[in-house]
């Protein structure tokens, strides 16, 4: 399984070998080449005693891509921490010495729609501010490019100009749907079956509380189905780094202090979130896409693209589970 993008296997590096966790956002991605064969490449991030890794791997012959790291964590791969910590890195099968044998149009597609994925997740606009090779990263001392290492890849035969065109030319996988425009305060899409199997699947903490998490939504008038699609998107469904340590189900922040609120219980992060809609800042906006904009989710790195791109994915979460429970409307599943 991988958790970030369908398309690739997965194929866990150990701990060592990237960071856990972000200090801050994502807002790069870094290009390299692997002078390597694909596994190599791959044996290689998944050795312990190499430090190393990338957090994609594309093969050459067929565009195939093996997701290392999770990118919520940092990967090893630019020379660079800084940089390491604000990028997602993606490894090419191929020589720098002999582009027109590698980089060819199969594997260079392949990863401008991992890429324009990444950029529409996270919001990065995509231009070579924010797309750039492993030899444009700056040493941590500043004296020279290539990180501390020096490296060139993905070298001079890298096509740019038409690796970005394909990024820029790839065409979101779902466009901006906005009906129906699902209201937080509104009846249920999902049952507690199918809230119950989400949690579970994803090895979710909340799972421990899921019927009184179903009942807190419900009982406050809220479509358990928007609590859950946010709940994914802001902390991976309380799985994400530290999220445990605060349940709070929605990242709040607590106006006393200005940090994040931390909660007891799952069940009583969900209920401030569960009335947070409901605060004159939100001026009765009570659909997503009135609200995200006011939310200023960190994800969406408050540009419309990225807001945007949060709505898309939050509402394709919830005609998923609105799917499920059609096509099942007897599931049942004990816990
Ligand atoms: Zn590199």
Redesign the pocket.
Known sequence: MTDNYGPAHWAAAPLGNYGAGRPGGIDMVII?DTEGSYISAIDRFLDPSQGVSAHYVFRSSDGDVTQCVHEADTGY??GNLRYNQRSIGIEHEGFAAHPSQWYNDTMLQASAQLVADICRRYGIPIDRQHIIG?AEVPSEDGTHFGGNDF?T?PGAGWPWDRYMQMVNGTPAVVPLVTSPDYAVYSNPTINLAIFSNVLRNVGSPAYDEVEDCYNTCTDNGVNPAVALAFFALESNYGTAAGAVDLKNWGNLTDPSSGQLATYDLWSLGLRDWCNHFRTTAYNNAQTISTIVPIYQPGSAGGTVQGDNSYIQQLHDLIKGWADQLAAQPNVFTPH
Do not use: P, Q, R, Y
Request: aromatic share 0%; glycine share 0%; net charge negative.
């Open positions: 390299h791969h630019c492993h490296h890849d």
